[in-house]
């Protein structure tokens, strides 16, 4: 659900006060996740230090469990709604990100190497969650037809007017359709920043007519990118730690391609909030992405986020896609019980 999400940073000597931020952190919310939310900064001194024994989210404690509800196994289709002001090049990011995810030309460690992990899934029946995810239909709504403060409930009436415009609707495909609300950078969502980068759940028939499966992604890159945008920006309460470069040069856009990783992996693993999540609320399950939030790489976990690569200019990604690279949150496997990506070391 992304109610949690979370980047570990990489920092060559962490000073006190991160892992005093970590440590607030697994006190808060017992899961692996870290990303550097502003409620942390208050009272993050005052904890006491506690260094953090988990790596790449490996615990005996998380019990993922299938709760018997549907996941995506036939080929899943990704529709967009652009809300807000959206540059072509910002777009071209995303689409080839999503048309990365199932591309087999890739060089490796790809994005459909970080893909096989969520294919791990499984329904009642036995079947997987599909190798095929497609970029589908795209809709824009540039003029914010419900202006540029959304709320969780005014998300869907957003989603409404794209699957019953007049002209060109979104397809309506709920067993293989995947809805991304995806908004632009002066667009403000109810929790943005203070506990969310995004978010995933379902439409209510009585609002959409139906029931669809969709996510809600906001570019951070004016309000907050030192926490939704993190580790290519750092939030100013944590001093002395430098952003890393990121890899398409745009750190709103590269900050959003993780949490967009995210939704759309937990989408595909419990799209009706009902199949596969850990914790005893569905209120607040924590999914497979929640577990490994701040995780991109080997030995990732607390503030750390493990061993990322480096391309000839610098820039910090741990996978590529089809032309471009990028940065990616692991996912949880639960066939070994950790975290695992397509860079791992060993
Ligand atoms: C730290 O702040 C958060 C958010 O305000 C709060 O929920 C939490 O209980 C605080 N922790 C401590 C130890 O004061
Ligand atoms: C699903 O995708 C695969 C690979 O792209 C394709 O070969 C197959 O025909 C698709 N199946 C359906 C039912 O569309
Ligand atoms: C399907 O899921 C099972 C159980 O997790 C796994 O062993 C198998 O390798 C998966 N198949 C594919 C194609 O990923």
């Known amino acids: 659900m992304s109610r949690w999400c979370v980047t570990n940073h990489r920092s060559p000597a962490p000073p006190l006060l991160i892992l005093a931020v970590l440590s607030a952190l697994l006190l808060i919310q017992p899961s692996i996740a870290w990303r550097p939310w502003p409620h942390h900064r208050n009272n993050a001194t005052e904890l006491e230090l506690g260094g953090s024994k988990k790596y790449e989210g490996s615990s005996e404690f998380v019990k993922l469990r299938y709760h018997m509800g549907p996941v995506l196994t036939a080929n899943i289709t990704v529709h967009i709604i652009w809300y807000g002001t959206w540059p072509k090049a910002q777009k071209r990011i995303i689409r080839e990100f999503i048309n990365s995810i199932s591309a087999t030309s890739a060089q490796s460690p790809s994005v459909s190497g970080w893909w096989k992990t969520v294919q791990l899934y499984t329904d009642q029946t036995g079947s997987n969650i599909s190798r095929t995810v497609r970029l589908g239909e795209e809709k824009n709504?540039?003029?914010?037809?419900?202006?540029?403060?959304?709320?969780?409930?005014?998300?869907?009436?957003?989603?409404?007017?794209?699957?019953?415009?007049?002209?060109?609707?979104?397809?309506?495909?709920?067993k293989s359709g995947l809805y991304l609300l995806l908004t632009a950078d002066d667009v403000y969502v109810q929790d943005f920043c203070q506990n969310v980068c995004g978010f995933h759940y379902f439409t209510y028939p009585s609002i959409v007519g139906y029931t669809?499966?969709?996510a809600w992604i906001g570019n951070s890159g004016k309000f907050?990118?030192?926490?939704?945008?993190?580790?290519?920006?750092?939030?100013?309460?944590?001093?002395?730690?430098?952003?890393?470069?990121?890899?398409?040069?745009?750190?709103?856009?590269?900050?959003?391609?993780?949490?967009?990783?995210?939704?759309?992996?937990?989408?595909?693993?419990?799209?009706?909030?009902?199949?596969?999540?850990?914790?005893?609320?569905?209120?607040?399950?924590?999914?497979?992405?929640?577990?490994?939030?701040?995780?991109?790489?080997?030995?990732?976990?607390?503030?750390?986020?493990?061993?990322?690569?480096?391309?000839?200019?610098?820039?910090?990604?741990?996978?590529?896609?089809?032309?471009?690279?990028?940065?990616?949150?692991?996912?949880?496997?639960?066939?070994?019980?950790?975290?695992?990506?397509?860079?791992?070391?060993?």
């Open 141 to 174: 709504d540039r003029l914010l037809s419900h202006g540029k403060k959304l709320t969780r409930l005014s998300v869907q009436s957003v989603i409404k007017a794209a699957v019953t415009a007049k002209t060109k609707p979104l397809p309506i495909s709920p």
């Open 224 to 346: 907050c990118p030192g926490v939704c945008a993190y580790p290519f920006a750092v939030p100013d309460y944590i001093p002395g730690l430098k952003p890393m470069k990121s890899p398409n040069g745009n750190v709103g856009i590269d900050g959003m391609i993780s949490v967009i990783a995210h939704e759309i992996s937990e989408l595909a693993s419990n799209p009706l909030i009902n199949a596969w999540y850990a914790g005893q609320d569905p209120v607040f399950p924590v999914e497979i992405a929640d577990l490994c939030e701040g995780i991109y790489g080997t030995g990732g976990g607390g503030s750390y986020t493990g061993q990322m690569l480096n391309d000839r200019d610098g820039a910090t990604y741990n996978m590529h896609g089809i032309r471009r690279r990028f940065l990616v949150q692991w996912v949880w496997n639960h066939v070994v019980n950790y975290c695992t990506g397509p860079n791992a070391l060993d």
């Open 212 to 214: 669809l499966p969709y």
